[in-house]
């Protein structure tokens, strides 16, 4: 089946620093989604990429849907201690069933005040 | 409010038991899901219905089985054949699939085999 690779599986870093993660597929997908799961809750939906190229932003959240359409990336400014917990990204492709959703592995992201 | 709820939040099981976990919505959305999420790992689709009365496996539906009687409910029971049960469940909604793919997540059940 389709498959997402998200980089990297862990970060620890400074409060105030910027961060990078990233999603690539060897299939294309029409949709790209990031989410944020905070420990021992469900994932909330942040941003959503409809079209190749597309940059979106949402408050201090930036990801961009690559002109391949076989990658994403998410960035965060300025981070901040709540911004820790899992992020995953999701892209939407079809398969046999389908418009189905496939998830990367998931960012743990950890904060240092 | 509209959302989500699932229950148990945590659930102990002994093993060779059934366990049923419970998933409603009252968001009016056609689609709904099971996944399965184990530690540092992303999430694995389960079973999945797009509407009343049918649902269809989905990556790793052995040792599952689900029933979708009403729109609002999508219940899973994890069954004695499901080798390696504990894990964290999570249950979604869409609106619709073959649309835009932005799903509505429980708050997860947490289910422990002792």
């Known amino acids: 089946g389709q498959q997402l690779n998200q980089s990297p599986q862990s970060m620890f870093i400074q409060e105030g620093e910027d961060v990078s993660m990233n999603c690539t597929s060897s299939s294309i997908f029409n949709t790209w989604l990031w989410y944020k799961q905070d420990p021992g809750e469900g994932p909330v939906l942040l941003i959503a990429l409809y079209k190749a190229g597309e940059l979106t932003s949402n408050g201090r959240l930036t990801a961009q849907f690559g002109t391949t359409r076989k990658d994403s990336f998410l960035n965060i400014s300025a981070s901040i201690p709540s911004d820790v917990g899992i992020y995953f990204c999701?892209?939407?492709?079809?398969?046999?069933?389908?418009?189905?959703?496939?998830f990367g592995g998931g960012t743990r992201l950890m904060v240092k005040p | 409010d509209g959302g989500i709820t699932q229950s148990p939040k945590y659930l102990f099981r002994k093993e060779g038991q059934n366990v049923t976990l419970s998933c409603e919505q009252n968001?009016?959305?056609?689609?709904m899901y099971w996944y399965r999420q184990d530690p540092g790992q992303g999430l694995r689709l389960i079973y999945y219905s797009q509407i009343v009365n049918d649902f269809q496996k989905g990556d790793i539906a052995e040792g599952y089985s689900v029933s979708r009687e009403k729109k609002e409910s999508f219940p899973l029971t994890v069954t004695s054949a499901q080798k390696n049960p504990t894990a964290f469940y999570l249950c979604a909604s869409a609106p619709r699939t073959g649309g835009i793919g932005e799903l509505f997540f429980g708050e997860g059940s947490r289910l422990t085999v002792l």
């Open positions: 999701a892209g939407l492709g079809w398969n046999n069933a389908g418009n189905m959703l496939t």
């Open positions: 968001l009016n959305h056609d689609a």
